[in-house]
């Protein structure tokens, strides 16, 4: 079975980068055709999708966080990472790692696989 988790810091100060890495585990990151992706909660809200890295190491990006947003892989630990930069409390979230197979990555119910969660503070 496909396991993954999320590791990093749970608390960062504004205007820092927030840093988490995934490590998957029961399947490879390079597997067709699937995507590995980032999804968080802000704290009363929804689920929010922030983007995916492909199996290919391709990346996509929510709109309203790509020009924050960087995901990136290593093959070689089967880990992928997110950078949200210029953070502020309203970042403060529950993140999430995922698997999703297919292009429709804002579609949950294309989801096969999730991470525990991670609570992640900003503050100062």
């Known amino acids: 079975q496909v396991q993954l988790q999320e590791s990093g810091p749970g608390l960062v100060k504004p205007s820092q980068t927030l840093s988490l890495t995934c490590t998957v585990s029961?399947?490879?990151?390079?597997?067709?055709?699937?995507?590995w992706s980032w999804i968080r909660q802000p704290p009363g809200k929804g689920l929010e999708w922030m983007g995916v890295?492909?199996?290919?190491?391709?990346?996509y990006y929510s709109p309203s966080l790509k020009s924050r947003t960087s995901i990136s892989r290593d093959t070689s630990k089967n880990q992928f990472s997110l950078q949200l930069s210029s953070v502020t409390p309203e970042d403060t979230a529950v993140y999430y790692c995922?698997?999703?197979?297919?292009?429709?990555?804002?579609?949950?119910?294309?989801?096969?696989?999730w991470g525990q969660g991670t609570q992640v503070t900003v503050s100062s």
């Open positions: 995922a698997r999703v197979q297919g292009p429709y990555y804002s579609d949950y119910e294309h989801y096969d696989a």
């Open positions: 029961g399947g490879s990151i390079t597997t067709s055709f699937y995507a």
């Open positions: 890295i492909r199996y290919d190491g391709s990346t």
